[in-house]
């Protein structure tokens, strides 16, 4: 068979139960009978019509439903969205992937099955801890049974694929007295998840956010913060513990049984592009149609576009019910190729294995090794905290909690 580019595709689901007060993705608190399954599966239908020729010449590798929380949509109308994705792929993927993130609280078994049946063979579910002080302090609508209960309900369903999301590094209490999560709970929490089967889990530490409750509490000095150093014991202890379960450490917030890493997160991560499709998705996709209405200048193979669609989900329902030729987006640019390179250095140093820095930047036509950066790489070689081997960059594990200004000094 010809070699066909690879592609993945992320649609998202801006809708909730109710807004965590951490969260800064783009979703709305909305009862479930209150959301609109059909019209916004009809919009984003209408939106693919215009973006299918991305998908036209490439092999899909994955789809992503993220959102907001995608387990409240309704199974029939998430189908017809994934259906007419497929359809519009040059070749699906041999093991192509189809994960829907899920809420405990929208996600039981007879739901699972139905989510199998329309073609999705991945759960990701948001347990996020089992202490139920903690997941009250995070907003959480379940409970720590909830959590587990939601994973088993996952895994009974014959779901081929199912994942656990934890948050640590979360403190509770009062800014002046605030309690920590300690490090060997946290990883009690982790080993409890691992052990109801599931083959992935993700790890994040809690970041608080400009724009968020949290972080309105935090400028007020009204959040209970975790320490630094204790955030990254916590890290090391995750770690330990789902690596003596079987689960690799393959990404710095993810882990894994062998062949069950995140196919669409590793797309994100080696800098594959993807078709982003509903309200508020980004997608990045190299040679775009140019009926998409770019407003930089430049062409070439190496320019690739990123784009933003509009966030707000009403106007995006009703520019894609008015129909016409343009796609409402927030906003769009190019990337040149030094920009896509830092982006895969900042995203490949994330990965365990690192990547091949000589070859990414032969793709992209650019200079791998600028002086400024073989110096930096030196520099951070000395001090532990990179492996150069060949054209491949890696971060040592000890390293890993520094990663994002090991990546900064390279760029
Ligand atoms: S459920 Fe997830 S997407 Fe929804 S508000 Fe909470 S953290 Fe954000």
């Known amino acids: 068979m010809d070699y066909m580019e690879p592609i993945t595709a992320y649609v998202h689901f801006p809708w909730c139960l109710k807004k965590c007060p951490y969260c800064d993705f783009v979703s709305f608190a909305k009862a479930r009978e209150a959301i609109d399954h059909r019209g916004y599966a009809d919009a984003v239908l209408a939106e693919l019509r215009k973006r299918a020729e991305a998908l036209g010449e490439r092999e899909l590798r994955s789809v992503f439903f993220g959102g907001g929380t995608p387990s409240l949509w309704e199974p029939e109308e998430m189908g017809r969205v994934l259906s007419a994705i497929t359809a519009a792929a040059g070749r699906l993927s041999p093991d192509i992937e189809v994960t829907v993130e899920c809420n405990p609280t929208s996600l039981d078994e007879q739901r699972a099955r139905a989510f199998r049946a329309i073609g999705v063979n991945r759960l990701s579910v948001g ?76 790890a994040y530490s809690l970041t608080v956010e400009p724009g968020t409750s949290f972080g309105e509490l935090a400028r007020r000095g009204r959040l209970p913060l975790a320490a630094d150093e204790g955030v990254a014991d916590t890290f090391f202890a995750i770690d330990e513990a789902l690596e003596a379960a079987g689960l690799a450490h393959y990404e710095i917030s993810n882990y894994a049984k062998p062949g069950h890493e995140a196919r669409h997160n590793l797309g994100y991560w080696q800098g594959i592009d993807y078709v982003g499709l509903g309200c508020a998705a980004y997608g990045t996709v190299s040679r775009p149609d140019p009926r998409w209405g770019l407003r930089a200048e430049g062409s070439g193979e190496a320019l690739a576009l990123r784009y933003r669609n509009v966030v707000s989900p009403d106007r995006y329902m009703a520019v894609m019910a008015e129909g016409g030729e343009a796609i409402p987006v927030e906003s769009d640019e190019r990337l040149d190729p030094e920009t896509r390179l830092s982006e895969r250095i900042m995203l490949g140093l994330r990965l365990r294995e690192g990547f091949d820095l000589e070859a990414a930047a032969a793709a992209l036509g650019v200079a791998a090794w600028p002086a400024a950066r073989r110096r930096a790489a030196e520099r951070l070689e000395r001090a532990g905290r990179l492996e150069v081997t060949g054209g491949r960059l890696r971060v040592p594990r000890a390293a890993w909690v520094f990663t994002d200004g090991i990546a900064a000094d390279l760029f």
């Open 127 to 202: 347990v996020q801890g089992l202490d139920v002080e903690r997941l009250r302090f995070l907003g959480r609508l379940h409970d720590p049974d909830g959590g587990l209960g939601a994973l088993s309900a996952a895994l009974r369903s014959g779901m081929p694929r199912v994942s656990g999301d934890l948050i640590y590094g979360v403190a509770v209490g009062t800014a002046d007295e605030a309690r920590e999560q300690r490090p060997e709970h946290a990883a009690a929490e982790a080993r409890a998840v691992a052990s109801t089967g599931v083959t992935h889990i993700s």
